[in-house]
């Protein structure tokens, strides 16, 4: 099963994003996350608001859904019958103390999202989000130059804790500045990780910033990254 785990949320208008979604499917992902991005002091009101979109509604967005998505089943071997679901996420963005304080269990805002995410934009929030923060996801922006090292000893510490680190490839489509800066950054981060504990997404807007597993998985061995990672960075890490 493959998955895209950051679909962009806030600024998307429901017919886009039924677009996106619908290209999803037909592309053979069975489940897709969208992502609401926080910054500043979390509130009450930042509780999830995103709905799953009715298939119905997916399918007629854009001719011949059902049967891409059949298709492209079928060349993945993916099961006909295997439901295509629909999840909520939450990336805080933290620079500092309160804003990571929040990032634990207990909060009922996080508790009403399915993934919580954290961007860190500094290195003491990057170390935070490494060591304790209770997180699913570090979502770091590899597409421009980093606001912090990445160090090896941070990285290991938070692939014992279960936590994965998420590399987003949408914006280096279109851009060759933040198509260099991804490359380059990204096999850092492989070096350090070894492959271990990656997840491969798009943080697609629009439908044509979607590309399909495999060739996510190829992009991925270009960051370094073995077949087999790959193919995990975009199935079992994401499950």
Known sequence: MFYDLSLGYEGVEDQTRREVVAMALQLGYTGVAANHMLTGIMADSDRSRIKPLELESVIAAAPG????????????????????????RITVVVEDTVQAAALNSANPVLRSYDIVAVRPKNQKAFNQACTHLEVDLISV????????????????AALKRGVFFEVSYGRALFDPRARRELFGQTQTLQAMAQGRGVVLSSGARQAMELRGPNDVINMGTLFGLSVEFAKAAVSKNCE
């Open 65 to 88: 859904v059902a049967e891409a998505a059949k298709f492209h089943r079928k060349l993945l071997k993916v099961p006909a019958a295997q439901p295509f679901r629909q999840f909520s």
């Open 141 to 156: 922006d590899f597409s421009q130059r980093l606001p912090f090292r990445l160090k090896a000893p941070m990285v290991n």
